[in-house]
């Protein structure tokens, strides 16, 4: 897996600190938070809940909420500083270049307009997205409208919605939510989005319909050349989708690598910790290995590295300093005092 | 436990300002009848009349030449009673009506159905018409009150009860032998009264001005009885020449109406454990 | 299989009357349960798979006697259920006992884990005073690995693995015969469901229980179970030994539930998506077999007659007009308009 800077990196988030105001007091959620993606590039940012991952995600497209400020180091998308931007720049910035899905796509959906209504709002509102008109030609704004309602429908194929002109017409509470999710996959793409980020988009969905949306996401890595940013607790869709892995514990990445490497030969001792509490089934028996204790609370958390109460291999020195990110191979980085005399 | 709600009154100095103001209304309230003697309320002078805010009289006096100040004073004792009793009266009998309402379905259509009534007339209008046969003492109007203010916590607790007799951990409970009897009075019920005793605080101000609304409009108890919302109904003719008449009974109103809204906020938030952390 | 019948279930059906809008003409009925047959034997984990709608946890209150089916009968160690009585009652309850699936709304938000403890020790009959009913309740809560000091702490205070702990205590401490899990590691981060999961595998062996799962994370099923069924629109579709059944799947729906679990390993093949569409409502049931809308491999039998669940190995049962069939042929590709 090529490391080197061929593909331009789509964005470049490095030593990200966010506070979070809880109980009176700012307490620090995300520390030397550092990321990269490259154009057609798959990441997948896992963690457990309260790993800061879907923090993360947020602050790059300034969805962070009302109670978190970011304190320190810098997000660029392509190229451009994205914490300097004011609101209006952040609006076109999230309209055009990323692409934020969540969760839950009833909550996203408009539950008044059609779906084909909300898709092709996207083509009306920046006409620049469809086909230039012939020239000499100006289009009026009923063709202009058709066009727009039939690109929705082109995309909505491309997602995969069986029938996609009747399903166009229909309102958002009336589509499943494996559809409704397929929507807004459509949306996002719509956009024609430098990156598109997907927290944990198929979470609550069936594990079946989980299996369709994982599949098409895979296709649309081939045929499109998406650059996604995936946040899943999921080892085995990271497993599937990712090219690079960044695993997130207590607020910060404490290992970053290829998605081969990483299942291979992790490094860090919560990263391999968590690979080995999945259970996985070797021949006819199921393995796994849980990880004792839990992680600790935003507002007090441990002194040095975050994870050396739960540490099988704890040195004195965890107690005290937090370990830096270091690269111990080509693209792989971790956060580990284990690892400080072998960092290249 | 004591010393823990000290700690988070000192922590939110609204609600501790508000539990201040309101403890001074209220001590004044309780002192004032033994202080100042009932008579103050006949003593009419029409020498003395509209005089404007002095040494001699702090607050200035009213179209009869009374004393402003110790008719605010009375007035607070009264209103204080009154209001208080008419709230917790329509707490209990809303709060069991409602309880009652959530629990037996039988009973539910027939009670929803009289609460509709209740609510469906403008509250002004129903008390005027219990206070036009029962007569307009202070204690009629306070019953016409009661009446007016009820169907709203009996539908707040219904409400309550119906949504908590679902939540999963009635089910739990359930399959752990707790039986329904239990169930209600150690489970149900404590975890629905705050919500709905949550809206008690403000409803006292509310009571007030409703009060003050109809002696505003000749419901109210007359010129002999000191209550604030008729020494601001009856200020309202003055209110150009002689604006204390309005002002300080108005404060009053406002200030006890604010002070309990920021408590009873307060409260909420300090009783309900899942809110705590 | 000489172990004792703990469980009996015999076509028992559970249907909802669905509330009719002005829309509709004749009221609807979900069919939540449909006609479900299954035994649970001592010592024996029966684990129940399936997704949204399939009606497992339907069957799980209807094991709990927190619904009565609306036709057919469960019998619990040789007494129908449906004849237990008020007294009888709290006994049937000390002996079968459920985790729900959501910890933290299985406990009163205002009761410290001291009273949710005790408490269905004295309604249930299993302690007489105070002193060994507290003696009781820390036993449990050690026994599930949590230290005593916890009982002094309300439910928000706790984190999600020790909510779930604490509700497995609960319903152990009254030593009951069958226990049923609901989803007891869905809405639990990775780490604590492998505590969980070690927690209960441990349990099983010390305190000889016999377990019900029920789980749509099929490689949880597959570890803890003995024996699997696997539901789909409130029937079974198919039931085996675990071996068997994850081994060889004979229902083209247990191929592609089995198949869809993403492998946490980069260089296994990718999954298919073998099911297509989404689980069909359970009010409109399509006809023939339930399955046939989402089947890649429905031919126009499947689209006619319901495929009734019966014994095509010892011990192998499936309801499949061409049971094996996802796994000889390959899917036939998807229609794309």
Same mark, same amino acid.
């Given at each position: 897996?090529?490391?080197?800077?061929?593909?331009?990196?789509?964005?470049?988030?490095?030593?990200?600190?966010?506070?979070?105001?809880?109980?009176?007091?700012?307490?620090?959620?995300?520390?030397?938070?550092?990321?990269?993606? #490259?154009?057609?590039?798959?990441?997948?940012?896992?963690?457990?809940?309260?790993?800061?991952?879907?923090?993360?995600?947020?602050?790059?497209?300034?969805?962070?909420?009302?109670?978190?400020?970011?304190?320190?180091?810098?997000?660029?998308?392509?190229?451009?500083?994205?914490?300097?931007?004011?609101?209006?720049?952040?609006?076109?910035?999230?309209?055009?270049?990323?692409?934020?899905?969540?969760?839950?796509?009833?909550?996203?959906?408009?539950?008044?307009?059609?779906?084909?209504?909300?898709?092709?709002?996207?083509?009306?509102?920046?006409?620049?997205?469809?086909?230039?008109?012939?020239?000499?030609?100006?289009?009026?704004?009923?063709?202009?409208?058709?066009?727009?309602?039939?690109?929705?429908?082109?995309?909505?194929?491309?997602?995969?919605?069986?029938?996609?002109?009747?399903?166009?017409?229909?309102?958002?509470?009336?589509?499943?939510?494996?559809?409704?999710?397929?929507?807004?996959?459509?949306?996002?793409?719509?956009?024609?989005?430098?990156?598109?980020?997907?927290?944990?988009?198929?979470?609550?969905?069936?594990?079946?319909?989980?299996?369709?949306?994982?599949?098409?996401?895979?296709?649309?890595?081939?045929?499109?050349?998406?650059?996604?940013?995936?946040?899943?607790?999921?080892?085995?869709?990271?497993?599937?989708?990712?090219?690079?892995?960044?695993?997130?514990?207590?607020?910060?990445?404490?290992?970053?690598?290829?998605? #081969?490497?990483?299942?291979?030969?992790?490094?860090?001792?919560?990263?391999?910790?968590?690979?080995?509490?999945?259970?996985?089934?070797?021949?006819? #028996?199921?393995?796994?290995?849980?990880?004792?204790?839990?992680?600790?609370?935003?507002?007090?958390?441990?002194?040095?590295?975050?994870?050396?109460?739960?540490?099988? #291999?704890?040195?004195?020195?965890?107690?005290?300093?937090?370990?830096?990110?270091?690269?111990?191979?080509?693209?792989?980085?971790?956060?580990?005092?284990?690892?400080?005399?072998?960092?290249? | 436990?004591?010393?823990?709600?000290?700690? %988070?009154?000192?922590?939110?100095?609204?609600?501790?300002?508000?539990?201040?103001?309101?403890?001074?209304?209220?001590?004044?309230?309780?002192?004032?009848?033994?202080?100042?003697?009932?008579?103050?309320?006949?003593?009419?002078?029409?020498?003395?009349?509209?005089?404007?805010? $002095?040494?001699?009289?702090?607050?200035?006096?009213?179209?009869?030449?009374?004393?402003?100040?110790? /008719?605010?004073?009375?007035?607070?004792?009264?209103?204080? %009673?009154?209001?208080?009793?008419?709230?917790?009266?329509? /707490?209990?009998?809303?709060?069991?009506?409602?309880?009652?309402?959530?629990?037996?379905? %039988?009973?539910?259509?027939?009670?929803?159905?009289?609460?509709?009534?209740?609510?469906?007339?403008?509250?002004?209008?129903?008390?005027?018409?219990?206070?036009?046969?029962?007569?307009?003492?202070?204690?009629?109007?306070?019953?016409?009150?009661?009446?007016?203010?009820?169907?709203?916590?009996?539908?707040?607790?219904?409400?309550?009860?119906?949504?908590?007799?679902?939540?999963?951990?009635?089910?739990? /409970?359930?399959?752990?032998?707790?039986?329904?009897?239990?169930?209600?009075?150690?489970?149900?019920?404590?975890?629905?009264?705050?919500?709905? =005793?949550?809206?008690?605080?403000?409803?006292?101000?509310? =009571?007030?001005?409703?009060?003050?609304? /109809?002696?505003?409009?000749?419901?109210?108890?007359?010129?002999?009885?000191?209550?604030?919302?008729?020494?601001?109904?009856?200020?309202?003719?003055?209110?150009?020449?002689?604006?204390?008449?309005?002002?300080?009974?108005?404060?009053?109103?406002?200030?006890?109406?604010?002070?309990?809204?920021?408590?009873?906020?307060?409260?909420?938030?300090?009783?309900?454990?899942?809110? %705590? $952390? | 299989? +000489?172990?004792?019948?703990?469980?009996?279930?015999?076509?028992? !059906?559970?249907?909802?009357?669905?509330?009719?809008?002005?829309?509709?003409?004749?009221?609807?009925?979900?069919?939540?349960?449909?006609?479900?047959?299954?035994? !649970?034997?001592?010592?024996?984990?029966?684990?129940?798979?399936?997704?949204?709608?399939?009606?497992? +946890?339907?069957?799980?209150?209807?094991?709990?006697?927190?619904?009565?089916?609306?036709?057919?009968?469960?019998?619990?160690?040789?007494?129908?259920?449906?004849?237990?009585?008020?007294?009888?009652?709290?006994?049937?309850?000390?002996? !079968?006992?459920?985790?729900?699936?959501?910890?933290?709304?299985?406990?009163?938000?205002?009761?410290?884990?001291?009273?949710?403890?005790?408490?269905?020790?004295?309604?249930?009959?299993?302690?007489?005073?105070?002193?060994?009913?507290?003696?009781?309740?820390?036993?449990?809560?050690?026994?599930?690995?949590?230290?005593?000091?916890?009982?002094?702490?309300?439910?928000?205070?706790?984190?999600?693995?020790?909510?779930?702990?604490?509700?497995?205590?609960?319903?152990?401490?009254?030593?009951?015969?069958?226990?049923?899990?609901?989803?007891?590691?869905?809405?639990?981060?990775?780490?604590?469901?492998?505590?969980?999961?070690?927690?209960?595998?441990?349990?099983?062996?010390?305190?000889?229980?016999?377990?019900?799962?029920?789980?749509?994370?099929?490689?949880?099923?597959?570890?803890?179970?003995?024996? !699997?069924?696997?539901?789909?629109?409130?029937?079974?579709?198919?039931?085996?030994?675990?071996?068997?059944?994850?081994?060889?799947?004979?229902?083209?729906?247990?191929?592609?539930?089995?198949?869809?679990?993403?492998?946490?390993?980069?260089?296994?093949? +990718?999954?298919?998506?073998?099911?297509?569409?989404?689980?069909?409502?359970?009010?409109?049931?399509?006809?023939?077999?339930?399955?046939?809308?989402?089947?890649?491999?429905?031919?126009?039998?499947?689209?006619?007659?319901?495929?009734?669940?019966?014994?095509?190995?010892?011990?192998?049962?499936?309801?499949?007009?061409?049971?094996?069939?996802?796994?000889?042929?390959?899917?036939?590709?998807?229609?794309?308009?």
């Amino acid at each position: 897996m090529a490391s080197g800077g061929e593909r331009p990196a789509v964005l470049e988030v490095r030593d990200l600190g966010v506070e979070l105001g809880i109980g009176g007091k700012w307490v620090q959620a995300l520390h030397d938070v550092s990321l990269t993606i #490259r154009g057609g590039e798959v990441l997948g940012l896992v963690g457990e809940s309260g790993s800061g991952k879907s923090l993360t995600a947020l602050s790059i497209p300034g969805l962070l909420p009302g109670n978190a400020r970011v304190v320190g180091g810098s997000i660029r998308l392509m190229g451009e500083d994205v914490l300097g931007l004011s609101e209006p720049q952040l609006n076109r910035l999230r309209t055009r270049s990323v692409a934020f899905i969540f969760q839950n796509p009833t909550t996203f959906l408009n539950p008044v307009l059609t779906v084909g209504a909300q898709i092709s709002e996207i083509f009306e509102l920046s006409p620049e997205l469809l086909d230039p008109p012939g020239a000499g030609v100006r289009p009026s704004r009923r063709s202009r409208r058709r066009q727009a309602w039939a690109k929705g429908i082109e995309y909505l194929r491309v997602v995969r919605i069986p029938d996609p002109e009747r399903i166009a017409r229909q309102y958002p509470f009336e589509l499943s939510g494996g559809m409704q999710q397929r929507a807004v996959i459509a949306m996002a793409l719509a956009r024609k989005p430098h990156l598109v980020i997907a927290d944990e988009i198929t979470t609550a969905l069936d594990v079946t319909v989980q299996a369709q949306i994982l599949s098409l996401l895979s296709e649309l890595r081939r045929s499109i050349g998406m650059t996604l940013l995936l946040i899943t607790h999921d080892m085995g869709i990271v497993a599937q989708l990712a090219d690079r892995v960044a695993v997130m514990y207590s607020g910060t990445v404490v290992e970053s690598a290829d998605v #081969r490497s990483l299942f291979r030969e992790a490094r860090h001792p919560y990263a391999r910790a968590l690979l080995a509490a999945v259970p996985t089934i070797r021949g006819d #028996r199921t393995i796994f290995q849980a990880i004792p204790g839990s992680m600790p609370a935003v507002s007090d958390p441990p002194a040095g590295c975050r994870f050396h109460p739960r540490c099988p #291999r704890v040195l004195p020195h965890c107690l005290a300093v937090r370990p830096l990110s270091l690269l111990v191979g080509p693209g792989h980085a971790v956060a580990c005092h284990l690892y400080e005399e072998r960092a290249e | 436990m004591a010393i823990a709600i000290a700690g %988070r009154l000192w922590q939110n100095k609204l609600a501790a300002a508000g539990l201040a103001v309101f403890g001074i209304i209220a001590l004044t309230g309780a002192m004032a009848p033994l202080v100042i003697p009932a008579s103050v309320v006949r003593d009419v002078t029409f020498a003395a009349k509209l005089t404007p805010p $002095s040494g001699q009289h702090w607050f200035g006096t009213d179209d009869y030449g009374r004393d402003l100040f110790f /008719l605010v004073l009375l007035a607070a004792h009264l209103d204080l %009673r009154t209001a208080l009793f008419v709230v917790l009266a329509a /707490l209990a009998i809303g709060i069991c009506l409602g309880a009652l309402a959530g629990f037996v379905k %039988r009973l539910d259509e027939p009670l929803m159905r009289i609460t509709d009534v209740f609510l469906s007339i403008p509250s002004l209008v129903l008390a005027m018409a219990i206070a036009s046969v029962l007569g307009r003492s202070i204690e009629n109007l306070s019953i016409a009150l009661v009446f007016v203010s009820w169907p709203i916590y009996c539908r707040l607790m219904r409400g309550q009860v119906l949504t908590e007799k679902e939540k999963p951990y009635v089910r739990a /409970l359930t399959t752990l032998g707790v039986g329904r009897v239990r169930m209600i009075f150690r489970h149900i019920i404590p975890n629905t009264l705050f919500p709905v =005793i949550a809206r008690a605080p403000a409803d006292v101000g509310l =009571i007030l001005i409703t009060l003050a609304a /109809l002696s505003y409009i000749g419901f109210g108890p007359g010129p002999y009885v000191p209550e604030w919302g008729s020494l601001v109904a009856a200020g309202q003719a003055y209110i150009f020449q002689a604006p204390w008449l309005v002002t300080f009974p108005g404060a009053a109103i406002f200030l006890t109406s604010l002070s309990l809204n920021l408590v009873g906020d307060w409260a909420r938030d300090v009783f309900d454990p899942r809110l %705590r $952390s | 299989m +000489t172990e004792p019948l703990v469980l009996e279930v015999e076509r028992v !059906v559970k249907h909802f009357p669905v509330r009719r809008h002005l829309l509709e003409r004749r009221p609807g009925r979900v069919r939540a349960v449909d006609g479900v047959d299954f035994q !649970v034997r001592a010592g024996r984990t029966f684990g129940l798979v399936g997704e949204s709608g399939c009606g497992k +946890t339907t069957v799980a209150m209807l094991l709990v006697k927190l619904l009565a089916p609306t036709a057919g009968r469960i019998t619990f160690e040789g007494r129908d259920l449906a004849g237990i009585t008020s007294r009888a009652v709290k006994e049937f309850r000390r002996r !079968v006992q459920i985790v729900f699936q959501d910890p933290y709304g299985s406990l009163d938000p205002r009761q410290t884990m001291r009273s949710a403890l005790v408490e269905p020790l004295f309604t249930l009959g299993v302690a007489r005073d105070r002193a060994r009913a507290l003696d009781r309740a820390v036993e449990s809560v050690e026994m599930v690995g949590l230290d005593a000091e916890i009982l002094r702490r309300l439910p928000h205070e706790l984190s999600g693995g020790q909510r779930q702990r604490v509700v497995i205590a609960r319903a152990l401490s009254v030593a009951p015969r069958l226990l049923i899990l609901d989803e007891p590691t869905s809405s639990v981060d990775v780490s604590v469901q492998a505590q969980i999961l070690s927690l209960l595998a441990d349990l099983k062996r010390r305190e000889g229980l016999t377990y019900l799962l029920i789980s749509h994370n099929l490689v949880v099923v597959r570890y803890m179970s003995d024996v !699997v069924a696997v539901m789909y629109l409130g029937k079974i579709v198919e039931m085996a030994e675990s071996a068997a059944l994850f081994g060889a799947p004979l229902h083209p729906y247990s191929t592609a539930l089995i198949s869809a679990i993403p492998v946490p390993d980069p260089e296994a093949p +990718t999954i298919s998506a073998l099911a297509r569409g989404d689980v069909s409502s359970p009010v409109h049931m399509p006809p023939g077999c339930r399955y046939h809308p989402r089947c890649p491999f429905a031919e126009r039998v499947c689209r006619e007659i319901e495929p009734p669940l019966v014994e095509l190995q010892p011990g192998h049962q499936a309801a499949c007009h061409f049971p094996g069939v996802a796994r000889r042929s390959a899917p036939v590709p998807e229609p794309s308009r």
